[in-house]
Structures are given as C-alpha cells and as structure tokens.
Nanobody
Framework: DVQLVESGGGSVQAGGSLRLSCVVS????????MGWFRQAPGKEREGVAA????????YYADSVKGRFTISRGNAGNTVYLQMSSLKPEDTAMYYC?????????????????WGQGTQVTVS
C-alpha cells in the first residue's frame, strides 16, 4: 500500500500563493504516478495536476495551467503543488493521490491511493 499525508493548506487572499506538500510512504513510492485533486463544496472532485515517475512528465487541468506547478522532491518521497495567482474559485479541499502504476499519469480516473486532504481558501 501507499500512504499519503498532505500539508500546506490555508487561507490566502486572491493573487497570493501557497505550496502544498505530500509525503509519500509505502510500497514503490518512487514508481507511482502522483497527482493533486481538489473538490469544492457541491462539486465533483477534479484532477488538477499529475506527474510521472522517472522523467517527470507533468499534466495540468486547463483551469490551473500557468499558475500551478507540480514537482517531486529529489528523494521521490515528497510531491509538491506550488500554487500562484490564486483565485477564489481555487477554494477547495486538495487531495494528494497516487496511482498504482507508472503509466497513464494523466488519466485522473485511475488513481487509487488518497490522502486525507488539506483545505485551501482564497478570498
């Protein structure tokens, strides 16, 4: 199994920045697709960004392109989401997720390990 623990959420004014972190532990932690998802009240969960193992290909939802950056720590056990130029519509619970495969990282429906989430509020 893979365990995921997020941190770094909080409240920020529009235009501000936050960096979310996700510590990954468990089996094959450096070999999984990793992603960030979010869910706003009354809305479905959506994939925000993903990164592949190895070469680190990245994928972004259109709504965050140019504003959010996903990256991995050098040891492969941490995944970050740098969020800039935040907007009120970015307000949501943000979840770190892992896919039990190094392939298809941009397929958001195939993620099967989840953290507990961290709240981001933009006012």
């Amino acid at each position: 199994d893979v365990q995921l623990v997020e941190s770094g959420g909080g409240s920020v004014q529009a235009g501000g920045s936050l960096r979310l972190s996700c510590v990954v532990s468990g089996h094959s932690r450096g070999s999984n697709c990793m992603g960030w998802f979010r869910q706003a009240p009354g809305k479905e969960r959506e994939g925000v960004a993903a990164i592949s193992p190895g070469c680190g290909l990245t994928y972004y939802a259109d709504s965050v392109k140019g504003r959010f950056t996903i990256s991995r720590g050098n040891a492969g056990n941490t995944v970050y989401l740098q969020m800039s130029s935040l907007k009120p519509e970015d307000t949501a619970m943000y979840y770190c997720a892992a896919r039990g495969s190094p392939y298809g990282c941009g397929v958001y429906s195939e993620y099967n390990y989840w953290g507990q989430g961290t709240q981001v509020t933009v006012s």
